[in-house]
């Protein structure tokens, strides 16, 4: 992906609704089958190098239903990484929103399922990170190229 070939319609509602619907379709194969298919991302820079994904279990902050996300991430230590990258789009995912309003969460990695805190990473904590998330899925640093916003880094710490 070039960052100077943003797709025209990134930002469009119908990419809105066919992310909605494949995250659907991919926290359901995760959870069938207990994280044997769907625990690796396999598109984009993924494809030569999948990355680990887990699903994110998070509060509406307007509805107050359980959500769930699935989410490429690394580890830092006993913390676990996300980025709120939305494939490059102009706005912030619902998913960072709700964990903004509503920090407490869960995480299922495989069959596991454990608490956390999200907290956004401060600037420093971002720089330390972005390299190692990049390394990770190369494809980051093409979504903030594209994207006209800082893309937020997610901290997932055990409570």
């Known amino acids: 992906m070039d960052p100077n070939n943003k797709p025209k319609q990134l930002n469009s509602p119908v990419v ?12 359901w ?3 069938v089958s207990g994280g044997r298919i769907g625990s690796k991302w396999r598109i984009g820079a993924g494809f030569k190098k ?3 994904t887990l699903l ?9 239903r359980r959500l769930v996300t699935p989410l490429v991430y690394i580890h830092d230590g006993d913390n676990i990484v996300v980025v709120a990258s939305q494939g490059g789009r102009d706005t912030d995912p619902q998913w960072y929103r709700n964990l903004v309003a509503n920090p407490d969460a869960y995480v299922e990695i495989g069959t596991e ?10 600037p420093e904590e971002k720089a330390r990170l972005w390299p190692k998330l990049v390394e ?13 916003r800082e893309i937020p ?5 055990p409570r």
């Open 153 to 157: 880094v997610v901290i997932l710490q």
């Open 113 to 122: 399922r454990r608490p956390v805190r999200a907290v956004t990473a401060t």
């Open 50 to 52: 999948p990355v680990p």
């Open 16 to 27: 809105t609704k066919v992310m909605k619907y494949a995250g659907r379709a991919h926290v």
């Open 56 to 64: 994110l279990e998070h509060i509406g902050r307007k509805t107050g």
């Open 29 to 31: 194969v995760y959870r």
């Open 136 to 148: 990770a899925y190369a494809d980051f640093d093409t979504y903030q190229a594209w994207a006209d």
